[in-house]
């Protein structure tokens, strides 16, 4: 019997989604078949890794990862441009964390001061990310997206409880936004949905179906993504055909596997390796569930996830 | 190439007699056609027909053992593409690959690492599988030295004798006769010697064809090995990088699954091999995700074991049973008497967040986990299975009063409207309503130790 292989082609494509000015601009997306499956369709680019940093020292994040950031994090220009010059970093993900009521609680006047001086001092695209609390972040977002106008950033995340503000922060100031919901196909399409009422234009949404680390649920996001890739793809439906968007370092660093010394747990072996492949194989599960663009931590994960696009490429 | 329902249906006595639990043959057809049914049921089924169906109906991805007893593996089986659609099957087996050219001594601490590879997680064991053996050498004798010392020292597991040279095979296969191993290595110049071995020895045949030759040679591969009688096989496309892994290992679920192409419906061998270790457990991660059923690795470290287990446990889970723990109240930390108590429901992943935001909350607490079918909180009130009146029994039956002092228990900021009506069921208990959003218990822990 010969063999034939059996190649699959869809009617629907991901929408080519540009961030960043000038010659650091980037685009994702593009591709009319699942991640990396260039065998059988058009995969014009690589999936984007960006560098989170945050608006205060990153005094929540384990040992191990704050380790590689201690000489620059103090202040969120110099880690940016570290993670730009040294790191060679693709893109910066800047967390606006500070600004939580629990935490530092900053104003939205000084978030877009640290907002301005990072992406002023960087010429990578840059991700602005609130505190995740919905409120905050609706005034937050909005003098982020001012204080960032014109630069083609992605701001987010809007939910939707606060969508309306942040999606028109965004389209003010030329930017993209990030579109999350919990891990539920039909709530993403519907956010997406809501979002285009507005008149904003669905190719410039970023969908967030909610992240989640390896053994932390992380087959509920492995599936979600999978399945907005299906219906993108295969029943060619315009709603769920923006590029998606894994935020991993946040959910990889505070579970257990990547904190718990291995004193304490001499069965799971090195703390720092140990952490590291956390992030690295929670990672690469989301790029092959169809993930565009990443948000992550460790330098050496990244590393490493980025030598594994080359190999899949 | 799978038959339909009409199809089956020609084959079937048509009398609709019933024997077979269905109204009509028809309705049984359907039912064989999406493989929810076996043919056996039908007691009426002409020889012919059994031939026809047999062959149609046969799983996709043939069964294979590997190894016999308690460490036994069942691979292949599969019958979807996409997680979400069904449950995978077999998890795949996790192989350490050991070469001739160690010494007794290297080769005696290895096989102690995959002893001691077994780690609990979630109720579940988890380990190194197998071990396969790497005729590094090229020599026959070394290669014979190192499955006789394996047999000898860790009889129990399972092994695959990766070597193309024919004495080596031989050797090795014997050691192992009856103890269902995989003789990997048969190729397009020695396919038909290792057929003979693999058939003298019982063992499971696998297939490897060139980088060059790919699927194509490989399906050829396997037909020509059928057809001196192999059953078994597990097979290798010769994908090596991540790229081809990828689109080879797609290529054969997809043939095997959509088009039921027999040639190519085995289990998948995948040498994840780098020199980079990291790297490595990617390329792994990658056969766990993409339809790998054997995945060789050349280095077993803690850490790296222990993140491919849990990936390998998420994906193999049940898409369609809501992922439950437990009942129970769970201790976080150290708790004392005078530590708190908070309770949620048994879904786990509710489970898995919370008490990862108490554990990040660095207060030794108590977490009394309610069994609600694997609901989450809203729904389970909303289903009327988090309601006062069982979670009072549920407090009241888990004995936690013996365990502490003060009688206070934090419940979910959903469910705030219970609060009153618990106190009124748990007679001297206070109720605290907790965060809505388990983001928010570090906070408010913090906030309460002041
Ligand atoms: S037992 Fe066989 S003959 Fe009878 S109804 Fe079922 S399929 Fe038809």
């Known amino acids: 019997m010969a063999f034939i292989p059996p190649k699959e082609t869809y009617p629907g494509r991901v929408y080519s989604v540009s961030i960043g000015t000038g010659q650091k601009e980037i685009t994702v997306g593009g591709e009319n078949v699942l991640s990396f499956h260039s065998f059988e369709g058009t995969v014009p680019n690589r999936p984007l890794i ?10 929540d994040w384990p040992e191990s990862v704050q380790k590689p950031y201690i000489d620059v994090y ?9 993670c730009q010059d040294v790191l060679n970093a ?25 907002v301005k001086e990072v992406v002023d001092s960087i010429d990578i695209p840059l991700i602005i990310l609130g505190s995740n609390h ?16 014109d630069r083609n950033c992605i701001i987010g995340k809007a939910q939707e409880a606060n969508y309306k503000t942040i999606a028109a922060a965004a389209v003010a100031n030329n930017h993209k936004l990030i579109a999350m919901s919990e891990l539920d196909i039909n709530l993403s399409k519907q956010l997406n949905i809501l979002i285009t009422q507005m008149g904003f234009d669905k190719e410039k949404i970023i969908i967030d179906p909610m992240c989640s680390a390896l053994g932390y649920g992380l087959e509920y996001t492995y599936s979600v993504m999978e399945r907005i890739r299906l219906a993108g793809l295969a029943q060619n439906d315009p709603t769920m055909q923006q590029p998606i968007m894994g935020d991993v370092g946040m959910y990889v660093w505070k579970v257990k596997e990547t904190i718990a010394d291995e004193k304490d747990v001499p069965l799971w072996g090195n703390t720092e390796e140990r952490g590291i492949t956390w992030e690295a194989v929670t990672a690469i599960s989301m790029l092959i569930a169809g993930a565009e663009i990443l948000i992550m931590r460790h330098p050496k994960a990244i590393e490493a996830i980025e030598k594994m696009i080359d190999e899949l490429m | 190439m799978a038959l339909t329902g009409v199809e089956i249906f020609k084959l079937l006595p048509k009398t609709n007699c019933k024997k077979c639990g269905f109204p009509t043959c028809l309705a049984f057809a359907m039912k064989l056609a999406q493989r929810q049914a076996s043919l056996d049921l039908c007691p009426d089924v002409s020889e012919e027909a059994r031939q026809k169906l047999g062959e149609a109906s046969a799983p996709p991805v043939r069964p294979i053992t590997l190894g016999t007893g308690e460490s036994a593996v069942k691979m292949g089986e599969e019958t979807v593409l996409f997680r979400h659609d069904k449950k995978f099957v077999n998890p795949c087996v996790f192989a350490l690959g050991i070469k001739d050219t160690l010494s007794s001594e290297e080769i005696e601490k290895k096989i102690d690492e995959v002893r001691n590879s077994v780690i609990d997680r979630v109720g579940q064991k988890l380990k190194i599988d197998a071990i396969a053996l790497l005729n590094d050498s090229g020599s026959p004798e070394k290669f014979g030295n190192l499955a006789k010392i394996l047999s000898e020292k860790a009889p129990e597991i399972p ?8 004495s080596a095979a031989e050797t090795s296969a014997k050691l192992y006769a009856d103890r269902k191993p995989v003789i990997y290595g048969a190729n397009s110049e020695n396919f038909e010697e290792m057929s003979k071995i693999a058939k003298n020895y019982r063992a499971t045949l696998g297939i490897a064809a060139s980088s060059s030759g790919g699927l194509n040679e490989l399906s050829e591969l396997t037909e020509k090995v059928k057809k001196l009688g192999i059953e078994d096989m597990v097979i290798d496309s010769g994908a090596r990088k991540a790229k081809e ?43 766990i995700t993409k339809y790998s059923s054997i995945i060789v ?9 222990l993140a491919l287990f849990t ?9 369609q049973v809501p992922m439950q723990v437990e009942q129970k109240i769970y201790k976080i930390g150290e708790p004392t008497e005078e530590s708190p108590l908070l309770i949620t429901t048994n879904f786990s992943l509710t489970y898995f967040i919370v008490s990862g935001e108490v554990e990040n909350s660095k207060v030794a607490s108590y977490l009394a986990v309610m069994d609600c079918e694997g609901l989450s909180v809203l729904t389970a009130w909303a289903a009327g299975k988090f309601t006062a009146s069982k979670i009072a029994q549920f407090i009241k039956e888990s004995g936690i009063e013996g365990s502490i002092k003060h009688r206070e228990l934090i419940i979910p900021g959903y469910v705030a409207i219970l609060s009153g009506s618990i106190e009124d069921k748990l007679e001297g208990w206070k109720v605290t309503v907790g965060p809505r959003e388990a983001n928010g218990i570090p906070a408010f822990m913090k906030s309460r130790m002041k």
């Open chain 1, 134 to 149: 919905t409120e905050k972040d609706s005034s937050v977002l909005i003098a982020a997206a001012e204080a960032s106008k």
């Open chain 1, 50 to 59: 960006a560098h989170e940093i945050q608006d205060v020292p990153p005094t």
């Open chain 2, 297 to 305: 690795l050349s280095s077993i470290e803690r850490w790296k074991n």
């Open chain 2, 159 to 166: 092994v695959i004798l990766c070597t193309t040279n024919l």
């Open chain 1, 90 to 114: 693709k893109a910066i993900a800047l967390r606006l964390i500070g600004t939580h009521p629990d935490r530092e609680n900053r104003s939205a006047e000084e978030a877009a001061r640290t």
């Open chain 2, 311 to 319: 990936l390998r446990q998420n994906i193999y889970t049940d898409p």
């Open chain 1, 74 to 82: 103090a202040n969120p220009v110099s880690w940016a441009k570290y």
């Open chain 2, 245 to 287: 892994i990828l689109e080879h290992n797609t290529l054969i679920r997809r043939a095997a699954i959509k088009k039921n192409f027999k040639p190519l419906g085995y289990p998948i061998i995948t040498f994840a091999q780098r020199e980079d270790n990291l790297l490595e457990t990617l390329v792994a991660a990658l056969g």
